[in-house]
């Protein structure tokens, strides 16, 4: 499936992907504040590509301009997320390229996959959430109208190796709606 918005498509990652995956993770600004580490080389982005980004609602975010992947928005579903485990319930992801930050792609792209999740998926909540520090995802999160559900002051980090403060927020349908 492909979502498309005023800028941007949402497709599929392909493996042909790895080349732009790779130009904008290996970036230490990006990763690490949304809890993975920068990538090392070509080769760790596709096996990402196949490994990571291989769920049912994950997409790779492109510019209509050139279809180029500049970034990644996923709706996690039960079974892939820790922040519900109800099939009627999911989770929010979102990075891009820190070179189109503060162009308001990634609302753009979210505002799509909330339609697409409350819409066409059924969803009921739509869970979202950030680390203690990271004040760009907190505020697309704020634009997008998510509310704040709570904080844990030990999250696991595993791919970082540590424990960090995280803040949860969600958007019912009800919301959604009147926010549109």
Request: aromatic residues 10%; charged residues 30%.
């Amino acid at each position: 499936m492909v979502l498309s918005t005023e800028r941007l498509l949402l497709r599929p990652w392909k493996e042909t992907d790895a080349e732009s995956l790779y130009e904008y993770a290996k970036n230490p600004e990006v990763g690490p504040i949304a809890g993975w580490p920068p990538h090392k080389n070509i080769e760790e982005s596709r096996e990402v590509i196949q490994n990571v980004f291989n769920g049912k609602e994950c997409y790779a975010v492109c510019l209509k301009s050139d279809n180029r992947a500049v970034g990644a928005i996923e709706l996690k579903l039960n079974g892939t997320t820790d922040m519900t485990d109800k099939d009627d319930e999911c989770e929010l992801g979102y990075w891009i390229g820190q070179e189109f930050w503060g162009q308001g792609l990634i609302p753009e792209a979210a505002r799509e996959l909330l339609r697409h999740g409350f819409e066409d998926l059924g969803m009921k909540i739509i869970w979202c959430g950030y680390y203690e520090g990271n004040t760009k995802s907190k505020r697309v999160q704020e634009k997008l109208g998510f509310v704040y559900h709570h904080t844990c002051n030990d999250v696991p980090v595993p791919l970082m190796g540590e424990t960090r403060i995280g803040h949860t927020n969600y958007m019912t349908r009800e919301q959604w709606k009147a926010n549109r």
